[in-house]
């Protein structure tokens, strides 16, 4: 596709209930992010992939958060037992090698009940 | 890790006017990118300007400025003849291997 595509756009979940998060980066994007905004904050670094190698997950916050990127393209975030404090934008980025500007998807807003 | 910090959570400005905003930065590299983003109220964010560290010319973009400077690690954003569309959130960010931002700066541009 043309740009970095995220789904859902948008996810509703009851607390306690498993979510997974989808990016589809730009086709030959070597690189890609996933960071957490909070409403009317910048967004926080998760993790950082490198085609399927996951080289930083130390802006995880806790162990109910996983990342994978197993053929090297599409990536899946997935949060287990949701908790209020989730609810944020999850925005997913990603680069071409050699070229550090990294372009955004639209972002999946995450609301948890 | 590096770390970036935006001191301005609002700022205002008259159309037609100019508007500086500020950011600084800490990293123990010495070869990093610096980015200015902005994202409107749709959510996706957009490159504004990029600045290699290297590279001691000041990046411009069209009305988009930065003064950068490294020994101070501080890398403001100066936007000139401010138009309604650049109304809002302005993100700072640096890249060493991964990418980091700041709090951002609200925008508001005044007809």
């Known amino acids: 596709g043309a740009g970095v595509s995220q789904s859902p756009r948008y996810k509703v979940a009851k607390r306690g209930q498993d979510v997974a998060l989808r990016c589809d980066p730009i086709?030959?994007?070597?690189?890609l992010f996933w960071y957490q905004q909070a409403l009317g904050q910048g967004p926080e670094f998760l993790t950082y992939?490198?085609?399927?190698?996951?080289?930083?997950k130390s802006g995880l916050p806790s162990d109910r958060f996983f990342a994978e990127r197993p053929e090297g393209s599409v990536s899946t975030l997935k949060i287990q037992r949701t908790q209020q404090e989730d609810s944020a934008v999850y925005l997913c980025?990603?680069?071409?090698?050699?070229?550090?500007?990294?372009?955004f998807g639209q972002g999946t807003r995450l609301t948890v009940v | 890790a590096q770390t970036v910090t935006q001191s301005q959570p609002e700022m205002s400005v008259q159309e037609a006017e100019t508007v500086t905003l500020s950011c600084t930065y800490d990293?123990?590299?010495?070869?990093?990118?610096l980015f200015w983003y902005k994202q409107p109220p749709s959510r996706q964010m957009i490159l504004v300007i990029r600045?290699?560290?290297?590279?001691?010319q000041n990046a411009t973009e069209n009305r988009f400025s930065v003064n950068f400077q490294k020994a101070a690690k501080s890398f403001s954003l100066k936007i000139s003849d401010s138009q309604l569309g650049d109304a809002a959130m302005y993100f700072c960010?640096?890249?060493?291997?991964?990418?980091?931002f700041g709090a951002g700066t609200r925008l508001t541009v005044k007809p």
């Open positions: 960010a640096i890249r060493e291997w991964d990418m980091r």
């Open positions: 980025a990603s680069s071409l090698v050699g070229d550090p500007e990294a372009f």
């Open positions: 992939f490198q085609n399927e190698a996951q080289l930083d």
């Open positions: 600045q290699e560290a290297y590279k001691q």
């Open positions: 086709s030959g994007h070597v690189s």
């Open positions: 990293t123990s590299e010495s070869d990093y990118y």
